[in-house]
């Protein structure tokens, strides 16, 4: 089956700081990468996916990219803001989800 | 987008007994739900895919006898934690995908539910 690993598990920026989160998958026949934004306590929330037929997708100040060859992908968040913090999982798929272990992602004001 | 209801939204229990929870596609028919359970801090394991009007399909080490799915329709999908010990305690959450809406490859989350076996 399908394993996704994800690093780093925290990370701390300053606020208007850029954020970096990567994740690799192993399986090349997976189609869809979406991120996730989760608060304590509630529901996964997507904040950005990508197709295996996309290289880069962008929407305001988050970003993801998707390397299908080294079968990783990244998501980037740029003038973090306070409201930012929450816990970030990325996914991979073809037909079920698989997520990795989640980063902490903590913006100080 | 496309909305999942789930109830209730937390449930305390005393061991042994059984918990039902329900998961609802409320605005589009979900052939296909899935079921999550979520520990402390971890991540999102899969449980299981819930299949209308056919057996749910596991995932490897989740016991089929325990936590039992019913999809009997196109919106409504439910788990009952058979049994249910203090390992059980979780945070339970469905999601469904729309096939309606664009690729069909989203997933829609529910707000999930707090279980605590006391």
């Known amino acids: 089956g399908e394993n996704v690993e994800q690093h780093p598990s925290t990370l701390s920026v300053q606020e208007g700081d850029s954020a970096v989160i990567k994740c690799t998958y192993s399986?090349?026949?997976?189609?869809?990468f979406p991120w996730y934004k989760q608060e304590l306590g509630k529901r996964p929330q997507l904040i950005i996916d990508?197709?295996?037929?996309?290289g880069e997708k962008k929407d305001q100040r988050i970003a993801v990219t998707l390397n299908k060859t080294a079968k990783h992908f990244s998501l980037h968040i740029t003038e973090t803001q306070p409201e930012d913090s929450a816990v970030y999982f990325c996914?991979?798929?073809?037909?079920?989800?698989?997520f990795g272990q989640g980063t902490i992602l903590t913006v100080h004001p | 987008g496309a909305v999942v209801s789930q109830h209730p939204s937390w449930v305390i229990c005393k061991s042994g007994t059984s918990v039902k929870i329900e998961c609802r596609s409320l605005?589009?028919?979900?052939?296909?739900m899935f079921w999550y359970r979520q520990f402390p801090k971890q991540s999102l394991m899969l449980m299981a895919t819930?299949?209308?009007?056919?057996?749910?399909?596991?995932e490897q080490g989740v016991e089929k006898d325990k936590f039992l799915i019913n999809h009997a329709s196109l919106t409504l999908s439910t788990l009952t934690v058979t049994s249910a010990h203090p390992e059980d305690s979780s945070f339970y959450i469905c999601?469904?995908?729309?096939?309606?809406?664009?690729?069909?490859?989203?997933?829609?989350f529910g707000p999930g539910t707090r279980l605590t076996v006391l």
């Open positions: 999601s469904a995908r729309n096939p309606g809406e664009g690729a069909g490859d989203e997933q829609f």
């Open positions: 605005d589009f028919q979900a052939t296909t």
């Open positions: 996914a991979a798929t073809k037909g079920k989800l698989t």
């Open positions: 399986d090349s026949a997976s189609n869809y």
């Open positions: 819930s299949n209308e009007g056919s057996k749910a399909t596991y």
């Open positions: 990508i197709r295996s037929n996309v």
